[in-house]
């Protein structure tokens, strides 16, 4: 049950990190956002996440 949780508390961590990090794109806060999507990237192993935070990333080296 112990390991259980800490996994789950573990990944509530990223996703709440991801958010987090989309939140600071938006309001423009471009550094702080990338690199806690780049926090976030390095210790999901979930693809799906990893592909929308490459789209995020792209957009942010776009427009700087």
């Known amino acids: 049950y112990e390991i259980a949780s800490c996994l789950v508390g573990s990944e ?5 990190s991801f958010y987090l990090g989309i939140s600071y794109l938006f309001e423009d806060y471009f550094n ?3 690199e806690t999507l780049l926090w976030v990237k390095e210790r999901t192993d979930n693809p799906g996440l990893v592909n929308a935070i490459d789209g995020y990333l792209s957009q942010i080296n776009e427009t700087s």
């Not at 509530?12 to 709440?16: A, F, H, L, T």
């Open 12 to 16: 509530m961590c990223i996703r709440d």
């Open 32 to 34: 702080e956002g990338k």
